[in-house]
């Protein structure tokens, strides 16, 4: 009896000590090997597109200097909401981390998600990648101010396409037809190269997409681009006005990052900082930038959390101001 109380107690001993020791993990307490095994990087979006090849390629540089892998997961859903509130409510142990878009400080206010800056840890920004208004090359407009005199004398005829209800690029088309003072109709699509289709195929009137997304259709000469929505012209249309540059005071872009969950341990956050911004300075992501037509924005976790606070005060403001409906 005494021989199976005493292995009774020594088991119950071990099995506290484990259960002690997953504790530790899942709360945030750092460790001393961090990392010692795979990381899991979820993406709000689905594979194949701009996100998830940017967080790809990133994920990819990142794994050299952490010597372990990072395996992607794309969870989609909710304009970015479903991966953005995995990766918040995940274990903060530094083995889950997740990528970010601008959307990020927008759902709140959106009436999507219970999702703000303050919910994550930052690693580092990648990219920024401005809305510009893109239009057929045969329309009876070439500017921006011959697009709004239009506009103006044709209320709700001008259809702009978008990413989606919600999205950032439907966001950007609200906020000028606010600033503009014109009377438009949103078309969401899911995603922005349905949009650029429908455009290619006289379905609709403009689309607010990046650039890089109607990069095809302005080299082959179907489509032109009328006006940036950055803070300075894209490298890639230097002859292309920002709204700035003709009398439009906002400024509305896409970005993205990488972020951890609140409470991840300050040891793992050092290594992923480190080794995130060696991959943002990386030549295969420098190169994958160029290709896709995107900015190179890099920013250190404490710069990003900064500037989506701002960019969520920024929104928050905005987005009750303008009309989201047709």
Not at 120 to 134: D, H, K, V
Not at 268 to 293: K, V, W, Y
Request: charged share 20%; glycine share 10%.
């Amino acid at each position: 009896m005494t021989k199976k109380v005493s292995a009774f107690i020594f088991l119950s001993f071990v099995l506290i000590l484990s259960a002690c020791g997953n504790l530790n993990v899942s709360s945030g307490e750092e460790t001393a090997n961090y990392p010692e095994d795979q990381i899991e990087v979820i993406v709000p979006f689905s594979s194949g597109g701009a996100s998830d090849l940017v967080s790809r390629t990133v994920a990819s540089e990142m794994e050299d200097g952490l010597g372990v892998p990072l395996t992607i997961t794309n969870k989609t859903g909710g304009s970015g909401a479903t991966g953005m509130m995995s990766t918040k409510n995940a274990q903060p142990n530094g083995y889950t981390i997740g990528y970010v878009p601008v959307e990020m400080s927008m759902l709140e206010s959106l009436g999507l998600a219970e999702v703000k800056p303050e919910d994550y840890e930052f690693i580092g920004q990648l990219m920024t990648i401005p809305s510009a208004i893109t239009v057929p090359a045969d329309a009876p407009y070439d500017t921006i101010e011959e697009f709004v005199s239009y506009a103006k004398d044709n209320p709700g005829k001008i259809q702009i396409g978008n990413s989606g209800t919600g999205s950032i690029w439907h966001i950007a088309a609200a906020a000028f037809a606010q600033e503009a003072e014109i009377d438009v109709e949103y078309v969401p699509y899911e995603g922005a190269a349905p949009a650029v289709t429908a455009l290619m195929g006289d379905h609709i009137s403009a689309v607010s997409v990046s650039p890089s997304e109607v990069r095809g259709g302005v080299d082959s000469e179907d489509l032109k681009v009328l006006a940036v929505m950055g803070e300075e012209r894209d490298p890639e249309l230097p002859d292309v006005p920002t709204m700035k540059e003709v009398g439009y005071d906002f400024a509305v872009a896409g970005w993205g990052g990488f972020v951890a969950p609140k409470g991840t341990p300050e040891n793992a956050l050092e290594q992923l900082r480190s080794s995130f911004e060696e991959a943002a300075e990386s030549e295969g992501f420098q190169q994958l930038m160029e290709d896709r037509g995107m900015i190179p924005a890099y920013k250190s976790g404490e710069e990003f959390m900064e500037y989506a606070q701002e960019q969520y005060d920024y929104f928050s403001e905005l987005i009750p101001s303008i009309e989201l409906s047709e």
